[in-house]
């Protein structure tokens, strides 16, 4: 069961929640069904240096400068 991150619509609480199959979630602040799914990021570290602080992707922490990293 994948663990999902909802934004309430009414209240605007962020929270996540366990879900299986197509459960109806509601808002545990303010108890409304009124909510959308938001899409979760994921990070991923598959090795480099940590020690120098250098990623390993080479150097490039978004492969190529787009976030303003450099």
Avoid: N
Avoid at 10 to 18: I, S, T, V
Avoid at 29 to 45: F, K, N, P, Q
Wanted: aromatic share 4%; net charge positive.
């Amino acid at each position: 069961m994948p663990i999902y991150e909802y934004g309430c619509r009414d209240c605007g609480a962020e929270f996540e929640k366990l879900v299986s199959g197509k459960a109806a979630v509601a808002c545990p602040s303010c108890a409304s069904a009124r909510v959308m799914r938001r899409l979760s990021l994921v990070g991923v570290r598959t090795g480099g240096s940590p020690e120098r602080g250098v990623p390993a992707s080479g150097g490039a922490c978004c492969g190529g400068g787009g976030c303003g990293c450099h």
